[in-house]
């Protein structure tokens, strides 16, 4: 079993897909290095990771027009889908800790996009609202859809968003029963 590591030198996407680029020019990617050693081509975890990384620079353009950062953006969509939700509802959803999710809602809430208040049924949680501008901006920001961009037919976006899905919940489900 593969595993990625954190700690890995830093380089730019670009050079990572320029890098990938030449070491696929023989059309041959699954190419070893030795017998038995895979290259970091190889690795489904280091695509989805690089794929993450080319997704947010596309997304940059759009959100940069919003003011707003990828994570920013996800809360504001998953409140629009959602709205009230508390705080570890949300970041359950958004796969973030409360203390990593704290920090974008202040923020969000300094812009004027959603509001923070202690629920009146249970003082220990804290439930998130847009507010009229938030659901405004999430308006303004669904023209985003990287599906052309990505080269895939619509219903081939939609299989490899169906399967990605799938793979992220078996690995969930597959650490939760260790």
Not at 115 to 129: F, I, K, L, Y
Request: net charge positive; hydrophobic share 40%; proline share 3%.
């Amino acid at each position: 079993m593969s595993v990625c590591r954190k700690g890995a030198p830093r380089m730019s996407l670009q050079d990572g897909l320029k890098a990938n680029s030449r070491d696929n020019s023989k059309g041959n990617h699954k190419e070893k290095t030795a017998a038995g050693e895979r290259r970091l081509a190889d690795f489904l975890c280091f695509a989805i990771y690089s794929a993450n990384l080319a997704y947010g620079r596309a997304y940059k353009p759009g959100l940069d027009e919003l003011g707003l950062t990828y994570p920013q953006w996800i809360a504001i969509v998953a409140l629009w889908e959602r709205d009230g939700q508390t705080v570890s509802e949300l970041g359950a959803k958004m796969f973030l800790e409360s203390n990593t999710l704290t920090p974008i809602l202040k923020k969000l809430e300094a812009m004027g996009y959603l509001r923070r208040q202690r629920d009146p049924a249970d003082e220990r949680q804290v439930r998130v609202s847009l507010t009229d501008a938030g659901r405004r901006l999430r308006e303004k920001g669904m023209h985003m859809n990287l599906v052309k961009s990505s080269g895939l037919k619509p219903d081939e976006f939609a299989r490899l968003q169906e399967s990605v899905v799938a793979l992220r919940d078996n690995l969930i489900k597959a650490m939760a029963e260790e």
